[in-house]
């Protein structure tokens, strides 16, 4: 029996695992990840040590960067508002006028920098209190021209405020807090705060049946 053209068309446009029962390479190889969200400071000290002290180590030193699917959430307690009267959107911090500057900046470090290479800056930053962007930025190979430009063009109420609804999102009462595989846990927060790694390795064997390596 012949084919017609209608028929090899749609042989052809059938996917390769439909045909052969082969799933593709990149399908096999694909690494399942673990929801990791965290919100933030950037004048916090608790932020700077735990981005420092339990992200930071976990994520390079041990490799789990590979299974995360990492978000950085940098508004904390700010408050953003629209004034009733001229519409024009105002943000205060926690730590006051400098923080909201330096959250602003962590925002468009993560929007417009491929973001492995804007977590490393961003904990690079956090290893100070002043913004050692030149250093941080060259250590990295970072990219300032669209970093400007990002903060240039908008006001700093403009850039946080997606980030403060995100954060209205969770009951947020400590800074930082951390969400796994989507859910903020308050009752767990002191856990992932001080062992980060050994939370992410119970979560993640649980989600997906696997554990790590170098997990304890």
């Not at 029962?21 to 673990?34: C, D, T, Y």
């Not at 050692?132 to 850039?159: F, G």
Request: proline share 4%.
């Amino acid at each position: 029996m012949g084919f017609s053209v209608s028929t090899v068309s749609l042989v052809l446009l059938l996917p390769l695992a439909m045909v052969t029962g082969q799933v593709p390479e990149e399908s096999q190889n694909a690494v399942e990840k673990l929801q990791v969200q965290v919100y933030y400071e950037t004048k916090c000290p608790d932020s700077m040590s735990f981005l420092r002290n339990q992200l930071q180590p976990s994520m390079r030193e041990k490799n789990r960067m590979q299974y995360t699917d990492l978000e950085l959430i940098p508004f904390g307690k700010a408050i953003v508002w629209r004034d009733a009267t001229t519409k024009k959107l105002h943000v205060q911090c926690q730590h006051g006028e400098p923080e909201c500057v330096d959250n602003a900046l962590h925002a468009c470090i993560l929007e417009t920098s491929d973001f492995e290479v804007a977590f490393d800056v961003i904990v690079c930053l956090m290893g100070s209190y002043t913004t050692e962007l030149q250093k941080c930025s060259e250590k990295y190979n970072l990219n300032l021209d669209p970093v400007n430009e990002c903060v240039a063009n908008r006001s700093t109420a403009e850039i946080l405020e997606k980030y403060g609804r995100q954060t209205a999102e969770i009951d947020l009462t400590f800074v930082p807090s951390i969400a796994l595989n989507g859910k903020f846990d308050y009752s767990e927060q002191n856990h992932l705060l001080y062992r980060f790694d050994a939370k992410f390795c119970n979560a993640y064997e649980i989600k997906h049946g696997k554990k790590l390596e170098n997990c304890h």
